[in-house]
């Protein structure tokens, strides 16, 4: 199905004189049935173009060239810098991006060059990986996507625009959108895990919260939906794997999240590093034009991921950079990423007809379009302003919203004998493990200007809560790395002499995010070891713990009295952690990517398949592990809080759908504890009989529902045709006849359903 959206738009050219982005055209795609709507996204703009089309007419090929050229600074690389002397580059007219520079005042000496120094003037763009927060850091984004709080991820991206977009930067390369289902791989960190509609909100949110609804606004970025595609598939977890998933599941499981934030506005996307059924994302036109462009209609632009363009070199693709830089463009990338394979070889490329020049005007556009939407042409210095840098940055409303969203990312696994919230009323208490006192670690990979020193860490958020009175025994062991059993000792006789032990547990910032895969996912060093220990002393212990990907903890889960999963929590985790620990609050997210009993069930999630011989613990020819549970220890959508609640049975108002039709789902809920608490009640279906085998169950809704003590509510959804349908035999995406179970509760195992037919 394609639509050429680019000849639609001459129907829109009565807009034109209208100097704002406030139109919105809705073109509607039958699909089988199922009606998309391509959008037109609120920053296109018809005056611009008329802007675009006189300055494309004034550009030299090498400056075209230059604005599909993207340069790293030399602050914080992450790969090989091969130019030098980019200031050289930028006067020259033939560089049009930036990275990893930032600060108000640096950006703007850099963009005055570009300004002032060059033949058109046209003004820089300056990119940076903000992930979760610029100077302000939250708590990474698969924690955040365990909060199930859309809001919460919309907020704190909006936070981080504000901050980052005061120093000077004007593009973030976030959010990533991979769905990742392999807890080895480091990335899963970065995204918003295992599921696929959780990741359609959670990813569309983010750009509503990086790029607010106008990118004129001086306080918006673009953001940059990544890594298309599929880079969440890597083989056995290994980033940069190769990723070898079939034509249907490319399609139901890893790029509905890229449509959804496409549909939210998108600006930008960037190409992934892995390849696909043989071709290399960067140089894969099936994705970047027949997907992107011409079924789905996106009007940003593509921008390659880090020197993926040279990388088709040792893919085996490509002979050398020439042919890769071929490759990359003919299949739709508009801008190469350090890589300077455009740099080189373009010109000459199109000088000698291997390259149309259509295709060079096109990408050039794309870019140009970002620049006039961020309102770079009307004042080029407006993101460089050093007097709202410091207004804006790390600012106390900031550090709140993250304390709050950290708390609300916080997931309880385990609370025996209600061993949390503890009481404050404690003599002393014993905390145990380096992460305790950590700040660095706090912040986690891909931490922008995040800062050691800026961080409440835990050891710092017990103090403060608990006063003078308490004595807080702190025992600096660093059982993560290596052998070493330093420490221990003198943490088992602290642990010995307390009222409560808290153990920080987990990995160090650098063993997730990118180039962090790890083949055991159990806990590093010799924490295992501690744990035994400790539980030898038979004082009940509460673990935190810190951790970019799901754990293998069986041993632990076994041990401890109560586990707190805090992850990377940012700049507040001191404070959240204590206001959790304590009962100020109380957790309420839940298990966005399942954490497995032992690595070897890698990978397990919910929304799998039954097969032809569902485990049957009696039979032996059934599917299953002779060593090993089918389930995992924390299976998705789970996590406890300091009270509990009960599921009545789910009631549909209708039994029967058609195609426009809707159904209404209700449950009661009932809070059966002694304390208010926050459930998030999840609505998941499973296609009973269709044309190709259906997952176990699919996240389709799910609502974030406070309760106090004893208080019943009614939650109601509603379901659509959208929801049931998928990628059916023919590939057509819509519904099916036939029966649908519909399962509401509090986490992926929920067992009460009710079942509806579509008709
Ligand atoms: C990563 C991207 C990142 C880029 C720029 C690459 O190595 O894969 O996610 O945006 O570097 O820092």
């Given at each position: 199905m394609c639509v050429n959206i680019m000849q639609n738009l001459g129907a829109a050219?009565?807009?034109?004189?209208?100097?704002?982005?406030s139109f919105v055209l809705l073109f509607i795609l039958t699909v089988a049935g199922i009606q998309a709507q391509t959008v037109v996204p609120a920053w296109y703009n018809q005056v611009h173009e008329v802007e675009i089309d006189k300055l494309l007419d004034k550009m030299t090929l090498e400056e075209k060239v230059g604005q599909m050229t993207l340069f790293t600074s030399?602050?914080?690389?992450?790969?090989?810098?091969?130019?030098?002397?980019y200031e050289a580059d930028i006067k020259s007219g033939r560089l049009g991006a930036i990275f990893n520079a930032h600060t108000a005042d640096y950006n703007r000496r850099l963009q005055k060059i570009a300004v002032e120094e060059t033949r058109l003037g046209i003004p820089l763009l300056f990119g940076y990986d903000v992930i979760h927060g610029y100077r302000t850091i939250f708590p990474i984004p698969l924690a955040e996507a365990g909060s199930f709080n859309p809001a919460a991820a919309e907020e704190s991206a909006r936070i981080a625009a504000r901050e980052s977009a005061a120093a000077g930067l004007h593009w973030t390369f976030a959010p990533m959108v991979d769905i990742a289902r392999d807890p080895r791989w480091g990335r899963v960190m970065e995204g918003a895990g295992e599921d696929v509609y959780l990741g359609n909100v959670m990813g569309a949110a983010r750009v509503r919260g990086f790029q607010g609804d106008d990118l004129a606004d001086p306080f918006t970025l673009l953001a940059c939906a990544k890594h298309f595609a599929a880079y969440g598939a890597a083989q056995a977890g290994r980033d940069y794997h190769t990723v070898d998933i079939s034509e249907r599941v490319l399609h139901d499981i890893y790029l509905p999240p890229f449509k959804a934030v496409l549909d939210a506005g998108a600006a930008t996307f960037m190409t992934s590093f892995n390849e696909l059924d043989g071709v290399p994302a960067t140089a894969n036109e099936h994705l970047l034009?027949?997907?992107?462009?011409?079924?789905?209609?996106?009007m940003g632009f593509v921008v390659t991921d880090y020197t993926s363009i040279n990388e088709m070199i040792p893919h085996g693709i490509a002979k050398d950079e020439a042919e890769a830089g071929l490759l990359a463009v003919n299949a739709g990338v508009d801008m190469d990423m350090q890589g300077a394979v455009f740099y080189n070889n373009l010109r000459k490329q199109v000088e000698n007809g291997e390259v149309a020049m259509k295709m060079i005007d096109d990408a050039v556009r794309r870019v140009l379009r970002m620049k006039f939407a961020l309102g770079l042409f009307d004042d080029p210095y407006r993101y460089s302003d050093s007097e709202r840098e410091k207004a804006n940055i790390l600012t106390p409303a900031h550090r709140e919203a993250a304390r709050r969203i950290a708390r609300e990312s916080m997931i309880l696994l385990k609370n025996d004998n209600e061993t949390l919230p503890l009481s404050k009323n404690l003599k002393r208490i014993a905390v145990i493990g380096s992460l305790a006192d950590s700040g660095a670690d706090m912040i986690g990979a891909w931490h922008a200007d995040g800062r050691a020193e800026d961080v409440v860490t835990l050891l710092t958020g017990l103090k403060e809560a608990l006063g003078s009175a308490v004595k807080v025994d702190f025992v600096d062991v660093?059982?993560?790395?290596?052998?070493d059993r330093k420490g221990f000792d003198e943490a088992l006789k602290a642990a010995r002499s307390a009222d409560a032990v808290i153990l920080a547990l987990g990995e160090t910032w650098?063993?997730?995010?990118?180039?962090?895969?790890?083949?055991d996912i159990g806990l590093p060093g010799v924490q295992d070891q501690l744990v035994e220990e400790l539980s030898q002393t038979g004082k009940p212990f509460v673990a935190v713990l810190f951790n970019g990907r799901p754990l293998a903890i069986p041993e632990l889960d076994k041990k401890a009295a109560a586990i707190l999963e805090a992850w990377f929590p940012g700049t507040e985790a001191g404070h959240a952690i204590a206001d959790l620990l304590f009962g100020d609050d109380a957790p309420s997210a839940k298990v966005p990517l399942t954490f497995p009993r032992s690595v070897g069930q890698v990978p397990v999630f919910y929304a799998a398949k039954n097969t032809g011989r569902p485990r049957n613990p009696n039979e032996k020819y059934t599917s299953k592990y002779l060593d090993e549970e089918n389930s995992p220890l924390y299976p998705f959508g789970y996590g406890l809080t300091y009270t509990t609640f009960s599921y009545g049975d789910p009631v549909a108002d209708k039994t029967e759908m058609n195609r426009n039709g809707k159904v209404k789902i209700l449950t009661t809920v009932t809070n059966t504890g002694k304390r208010t608490g926050t459930e998030v009640v999840q609505l998941y279906v499973r296609d009973l009989a269709g044309s190709v085998t259906r997952p176990l169950r699919e996240l389709k809704a799910f609502q974030r529902v406070e309760l106090s003590a004893g208080e019943s509510k009614t939650v109601s959804f509603e379901l659509t045709a959208e929801d049931l349908s998928f990628y059916r035999r023919d590939m057509t995406f819509g519904p099916e006849a036939g029966e649908y179970q519909v399962f509401v509760g509090?986490?992926?195992?929920?067992e009460k359903s009710v079942t509806i037919t579509f008709k």
């Open positions: 050219n009565h807009f034109s004189h209208s100097t704002k982005v030399d602050w914080d690389v992450t790969g090989p810098t091969i130019r030098k002397g034009t027949e997907i992107l462009r011409e079924d789905w209609g996106f660093d059982a993560i790395k290596g052998t650098e063993m997730s995010g990118e180039a962090a895969s790890r083949a509090g986490d992926s195992r929920a």
